[in-house]
């Protein structure tokens, strides 16, 4: 069964950080490109980061760059997303995709 398990969401002070992970089964995940996505209430899914299968090359959208860094281990069948220097407007359902699927999302909210 191809399936994609989030994880690390949370409630964080604006300023802060949070590493969220997303675990992989179901396919070769080292042969897939892996993307994480977000969605606030009200707003279209956005694209926030992607690394690629092959070099590990990097992607960020503007609102992320130089606050958030994608990884992956393909050891563990994990992508990663650090998120640093958080702020309230980076509150939203975190998704991760790839393989052909969907995560179901975890949340993250930035308040004080």
């Known amino acids: 069964q191809v399936q994609l398990v989030e994880s690390g969401g949370g409630l964080v002070q604006p300023g802060g950080s949070l590493r969220l992970s997303c675990r992989a089964s179901g396919f070769t995940f080292s042969r897939y490109a892996m993307t994480w996505y977000r969605q606030a209430p009200g707003k279209e899914r956005e694209l926030v980061a992607t690394?690629?299968?092959?070099?590990?090359?990097?992607s960020y959208a503007d609102s992320v760059k130089g606050r958030f860094t994608i990884s992956r281990d393909n050891a563990k069948n994990t992508v990663y997303l650090q998120m640093n220097s958080l702020k309230p407007e980076d509150t939203a359902v975190y998704y991760c995709s790839g393989g052909n699927t969907w995560g179901q999302g975890t949340q993250v909210t930035v308040s004080s």
């Open positions: 690394i690629t299968s092959a070099n590990n090359n990097t």
